[in-house]
Nanobody, 123 residues
Framework: VQLQASGGGLVQAGDSLRLSCAAS???????VGWFRQAPGKEREFVAG???????FYADSVKGRFTISRDNSKTTLYLQMNNLKPEDAAVYYC???????????????????WGQGTQVTVSS
């Protein structure tokens, strides 16, 4: 299984970006999500799907970010609107086929990771 993240870039505060994550080897299943890691900080949950299709968001991105996937479940997206400087980080997509609800937001519970895509937001 390989996950390939893309779509990052340098934007100004208030701009939008859409990240994509393409899966090869299997479709997205279980828990799938986006995480981010800023320099000197731990990797944190941003948004995710649980196996029943419900979506979850970190409080810091609610109302600004939207997670979605295509019907074939091979591509995951993260639409990021009204970006803020504090959103700057390397963004990773991840999948946990086991999809345990209680660990949805815990990075160590995920088995497969994309390589990360850099998002930089200037003020």
């Amino acid at each position: 299984v390989q996950l390939q993240a893309s779509g990052g870039g340098l934007v100004q505060a208030g701009d939008s970006l859409r990240l994509s994550c393409a899966a090869s080897g299997r479709t997205f299943s279980g828990s799938v999500g986006w995480f981010r890691q800023a320099p000197g900080k731990e990797r944190e949950f941003v948004a995710g799907f649980w196996r029943n299709g419900n979506t979850f968001y970190a409080d810091s991105v609610k109302g600004r970010f939207t997670i979605s996937r295509d019907n074939s479940k091979t591509t995951l997206y993260l639409q990021m609107n009204n970006l803020k400087p504090e959103d700057a980080a390397v963004y990773y997509c991840a999948m946990s086929p086991r999809g345990i609800y209680s660990t949805l937001k815990i990075p160590s519970s995920y088995d497969y990771w994309g390589q990360g895509t850099q998002v930089t937001v200037s003020s």
